[in-house]
């Protein structure tokens, strides 16, 4: 393959990593709004407020969690 | 013969160039709208709704019964984190491990399937690899 045919797949590389760079960059304030959502559920539903926090802290706990390790796999590859 | 059959399957290399063009065309689509799916799925505004009135009524079930509260707010935590296993997922995915998630192996199918539409669509034939 000549180097002027890999040009033509150069802009779906970057459209495709730009793509998931955003992705990643909005994830924290997406979850933002998810955490508060979850809160107020949970004490809509009854649950006490002190365990409402501390559910919702696991609930970030997971978020960070997929991020450490998407970022651990990304450095695993070669 | 079949060496007149071997130069007539052989692909160019604008052909080749061609399907490569067509397969980054397909990923930079359907993989950005996969992974928004999948973290919209646990990680949005309506996720959060669901898995909090999810995690509530566990939570509730469990202080009916009788269990302690720290017992109950523990196995619920571990009730929202079967929602949220997603880090696993990926984790898994990233280094190449094998897993038997099912939709792992959906999400790749489904990629692979575009792919081919398109490059059908552009009359490129796949070639299939043997196992």
């Known amino acids: 393959m000549k180097p002027k045919h890999l040009i033509s797949v150069v802009p779906h590389v970057v459209k495709l990593l730009l793509s998931l760079g955003i992705l990643w960059l909005t994830l924290d304030f997406k979850f933002r709004k998810a955490k508060k959502t979850f809160e107020k559920e949970l004490i809509r539903n009854g649950v006490p407020k002190e365990v409402a926090k501390r559910l919702s802290k696991k609930y970030e706990e997971m978020k960070n969690q997929l991020k450490r390790t998407v970022l651990s796999s990304m450095r695993g590859f070669p | ?131």
């Open chain 2, 1 to 131: 013969m079949c060496e007149e059959e071997k130069e007539k399957k052989r692909k160019s290399p604008a052909e080749e160039a061609e399907e490569v063009k067509m397969i980054f065309q397909t990923l930079s689509k359907e993989v950005p709208a996969l992974v928004k799916g999948v973290l919209d799925s646990v990680f949005s505004e309506e996720a959060g709704k669901s898995i909090g009135k999810a995690a509530a009524a566990f939570y509730k079930e469990l202080k009916e019964s009788g269990m302690p509260d720290e017992v109950a707010v523990r196995m619920t935590e571990k009730y929202i984190g079967v929602f949220t296993s997603l880090g696993d997922l990926l984790g898994k995915m990233g280094k190449g491990k094998k897993f038997n998630l099912q939709s792992s192996s959906e999400i790749g199918k489904e990629i692979e399937e575009k792919i081919k539409e398109k490059l059908a669509e552009k009359g490129i034939q796949v070639e299939e690899d043997e196992d």
